[in-house]
């Protein structure tokens, strides 16, 4: 799960269409990217000291990314459906549109960044940059104001 959410916080980290949304939710929003990229390689690195196994990896992954997506579909419907704003709920078309203007992750784009996870060389520092992630975090509102 920790790979999955990393691409997404470096996704937001250097998504520049969202530079129009409110502030402090795009702070809490890139905030939270940031610390993901910060800490993508911990969960990694604990399973690679315990047990380095290719196929168990590979495994994990074909099992928990269907249910993340699955999660996080469900839950922008619930909040869209809760949203007295929000008309209706986007197509898949809509979504792939969105994605291509940078307004949400791209599915190919992030389905290209996951599908890393299975090459057997694979290590987490090659996604993201923490340089990126410590930059904002100190140049946060909320981290400064904290």
Known sequence: MEHLTSVLGDWVLGARALDGAHPVMLDLLRWHGAEEVEHRCVAFDTLAHFDDSYARRARAMLLVAPVMLWLWARGAVFLTTADPTCPRRATWGEALALGRRGVIPPVLGLG???????????????????????AYLATSPAANRA
Do not use: C, I
């Open 112 to 134: 290209r960044r996951v599908a890393r996870w299975f090459r057997p060389g694979y290590r987490p520092r090659e996604d993201g940059s923490t340089a990126r992630a410590v």
